[in-house]
């Protein structure tokens, strides 16, 4: 029986001991998140107020809206008048063998 109580009595202790390295490594990490909440909060992003550059914005993109609208007109009558020397090239071929074949 005092064996047995001798038994006890250590793993009581041994259960005493883990139970204060669990508080005080509880205590340690209750800290520690503190301490990281902390760092957070003082690093939040600062936030920069571009209110004020709104309307410059909205100015340029109508400038660049307008001015990819007219590159497309440019390039639409580009594309016309390349078609109609193509039609006047063709024509004139189409004339000049008629004549050839008149001719000989």
């Known amino acids: 029986i005092a064996n047995g109580k001798e038994t ?3 793993l009581n202790e041994r259960l005493a ?3 204060e390295k669990v508080r005080s490594l509880e205590s340690k ?3 520690l998140e503190r301490q990281i909440r902390e760092w957070y909060e003082k690093k939040t992003p600062v936030r920069l107020d571009v209110s004020g550059y709104e309307k410059t914005i909205a100015t340029l993109r109508s400038q660049i809206n307008a001015g990819t609208l007219a590159n497309s007109r440019i390039i ?3 594309d016309n008048a390349k078609l ?3 039609d006047f090239r ?3 071929e ?7 074949s ?3």
């Open 90 to 92: 063709i024509k004139y």
């Open 102 to 104: 008149v001719e000989a």
């Open 94 to 100: 189409s004339e000049l063998a008629i004549r050839k």
């Open 76 to 78: 639409l009558q580009i």
């Open 84 to 86: 109609a020397a193509d």
């Open 8 to 10: 006890m009595q250590n």
């Open 29 to 31: 990490n209750k800290q």
């Open 17 to 19: 001991a883990y139970l």
